[in-house]
């Protein structure tokens, strides 16, 4: 069945670059999301890419995505305090689903000042 | 803005309680989702809806049931609650296949 996996924790010193990152089974996945959960809050999505794209840019976000591979990074740039947070990837499943996205288990992203 | 409310950021039940676990959409969504969240499992959906009164298991539906009687209502239900189903409870929905979805703040729920 479909799976993604995700390491649970991760660690770096204010102004480093943080580099998560997410494998996935499903070949026929169309979009795959990067969500950012705060203490205490719900998800919110942070950044999405189309499964025909290598690279999506968006200020301190930059997505890869190798599909031979099925491996899918975030890497956030000049990494900050504010930045610390559970972050998870999810994978939209293939034609004909309900708008059903798989997600990984999450990675705790912390920021040491 | 899309808006997802859930009836209670904190809720605090004793086993064997029938407990409602509330939550609205307003943006038109079709579909919507209930998830658990457990440390290390990441999220795991219990049930969605991608219609009123239509609904399908997730993964892990044993102990619950859903109802949706409205488009923007989607309620989560716990028959006879266990210790077990001490969590967190997101709520989601999206418009349609391969799209965003939109969570809620969540309810933490106890089972004491």
């Known amino acids: 069945g479909e799976d993604v996996e995700q390491s649970l924790f991760l660690s770096v010193r204010e102004g480093d670059s943080s580099v998560i990152n997410c494998t996935y089974t499903?070949?026929?996945?169309?979009?795959l999301y990067w969500y950012k959960q705060e203490p205490g809050a719900g998800l919110q999505l942070l950044t999405y890419?189309?499964?025909?794209?290598d690279m999506k840019q968006d200020q301190r976000l930059t997505v890869l995505l190798n599909k031979k591979d099925k491996h899918l990074s975030l890497r956030i740039a000049d990494t900050q305090t504010g930045d610390s947070a559970i972050y998870f990837c999810?994978?939209?499943?293939?034609?004909?689903?309900?708008?059903?996205?798989?997600f990984g288990q999450g990675t705790t992203l912390q920021v040491k000042p | 803005d899309v808006k997802v409310t859930q009836s209670s950021r904190y809720l605090v039940k004793r086993t064997g309680e029938k407990v409602f676990l509330e939550c609205v959409q307003d943006?038109?969504?079709?579909?919507m989702f209930w998830y658990r969240q457990d440390p290390g499992l990441g999220l795991r959906l219990i049930y969605f809806?991608?219609?009123?009164?239509?609904?399908e298991k997730g993964d892990i539906p044993e102990g619950y049931s859903v109802s949706r009687e409205k488009k923007e209502r989607f309620s989560l239900i716990l028959e006879s609650a266990s210790t077990n189903q001490t969590s967190m409870y997101l709520c989601?929905?999206?418009?349609?296949?391969?799209?965003?979805?939109?969570f809620g703040p969540g309810t933490r729920l106890t089972v004491t």
């Open positions: 999810a994978e939209s499943l293939g034609s004909g689903n309900t708008g059903k996205l798989i």
């Open positions: 499903d070949s026929s996945s169309t979009y």
């Open positions: 989601a929905s999206n418009l349609g296949a391969r799209s965003e979805q939109y």
């Open positions: 890419i189309f499964s025909n794209m």
């Open positions: 943006m038109d969504h079709e579909n």
């Open positions: 809806s991608y219609d009123v009164k239509m609904k």
